[in-house]
């Protein structure tokens, strides 16, 4: 696999990000598309609308988020196949707007495609 870093969208992009690509369902707030910089805006990925207000960026229920949001990612291969694809030519940096730098969808999405 490909290098594969994630990044609060609200961060200055790095270096050496190779393709930005955002992984939230919802823009992030106060960010222009110029400003964020993302090649791709893959919000087939993320997760449901349900399990988002579900979880609420809450820590106590990230364990059940994780296997949810698995679940989720199980039954929807598109996007996931669109986002190897990508991989596969280079560096990708998952993009998110959560303030939780430990308990998000991008970094629940990295595991996943590190498995």
């Known amino acids: 696999m490909t290098d594969l870093a994630i990044r609060r969208a609200y961060d200055p992009p790095g270096p050496h990000e190779g393709r930005r690509v955002l992984v939230d369902r919802i823009w992030p707030r106060g960010i ?3 400003t964020l910089g993302a090649d791709l805006w893959l919000k087939e990925i993320a997760p449901s609308d349900e399990l988002r207000h579900w979880f609420d960026h809450d820590p106590e229920r990230w364990a059940e988020f994780r296997r949810r949001y698995r679940a989720e990612l ?3 291969p598109g ?9 596969r030519k280079g560096p990708v940096t998952l ?5 939780d730098t430990r308990h998000n969808n991008a970094v ?3 595991d996943y495609l590190a498995q």
Do not use: I, T
């Open 108 to 110: 629940a999405l990295r």
């Open 95 to 99: 993009l998110y707007g959560a303030k």
């Open 79 to 87: 996007p996931l196949r669109e986002l190897r694809a990508l991989m």
């Open 74 to 76: 199980d039954a929807n």
């Open 32 to 34: 222009s598309r110029e």
